[in-house]
């Protein structure tokens, strides 16, 4: 079975600065992730997918993430942070090609200081 | 712009009642889902649907039962509503056979007291 670990349920940076969100899985075989975003009060977006082929995924909102198959790693980055990038970021893993079956991470919750 | 429309944002119910939560989507997706928000503890899978009347039961499916009679339409029901039920529910939808959810609601806050 899958699983997910996202490092830190609380992260804060000032705004300007690097984001870095970090998300380890465990799979038995190739995995599909995902990192989706939900602000206050509302549900989640998906915010982008790593599937196969390039292993640095770019999505919505300046984020990317890189799949590191050797470190069992799909960390979330972007560059300067802005106060509306605010929310709680969440890690997920499907562990078959197509498997709509999704593990999802315990999420992280970003502050941005002003 | 697509939308998964989730009936209520807040419902308040009483131990053994039965609750109804409706989600409505707008993009003939065939897949639904059903999930559970705990803090702590991430989403869980309760119910997913691939489509009508066809369902599979997710990681949570105690106490909890779904009806999809309509592709659009995709309705969780707490059987008789628990105090440890109370949580935040999430709707989703996808496109496709085998593929993950990509739109979700804005969730139902449900206190059970």
């Known amino acids: 079975a899958q699983s997910v670990t996202q490092l830190g349920s609380h992260v804060s940076v000032s705004e300007g600065a690097l984001v870095l969100l970090r998300c380890n899985y465990s799979?038995?075989?190739?995995?599909?992730l995902f990192w989706y975003v939900q602000y206050p009060n509302q549900g989640l977006q998906l915010l982008l997918k790593?599937?196969?082929?390039?292993?640095l995924v770019k999505g919505i909102n300046g984020f990317e993430a890189e799949f590191k198959k050797s470190e069992t790693s799909f960390h979330l980055t972007k560059p300067s942070a802005h106060m509306s990038d605010a929310a709680e970021y969440f890690c997920?893993?499907?562990?078959?090609?197509?498997?709509?079956?999704?593990?999802f991470g315990k999420g992280t919750k970003l502050s941005v200081i002003p | 712009d697509v939308k998964v429309t989730q009936s209520s944002r807040y419902l308040v119910k009483r131990t053994g009642e039965k609750v109804f939560l409706e989600c409505v989507q707008d993009?003939?997706?065939?897949?639904m889902f059903w999930y559970r928000q705990d803090p702590g503890l991430g989403l869980r899978l309760i119910y997913f649907?691939?489509?009508?009347?066809?369902?599979e039961k997710g990681d949570i499916p105690e106490g909890y039962s779904v009806s999809r009679e309509k592709k659009e339409r995709f309705s969780l029901i707490l059987e008789s509503a628990s105090t440890n039920q109370t949580s935040m529910y999430l709707c989703?939808?996808?496109?496709?056979?085998?593929?993950?959810?990509?739109?979700f609601g804005d969730g139902t806050r449900l206190s059970i007291l």
């Open positions: 649907s691939y489509d009508v009347k066809m369902k």
């Open positions: 799979s038995s075989v190739p995995p599909y």
């Open positions: 993009m003939d997706h065939e897949n």
């Open positions: 997920a893993v499907s562990d078959e090609a197509g498997s709509y079956q999704l593990t």
């Open positions: 989703a939808s996808g496109p496709g056979q085998g593929l993950q959810p990509q739109h």
């Open positions: 790593y599937t196969t082929g390039a292993t």
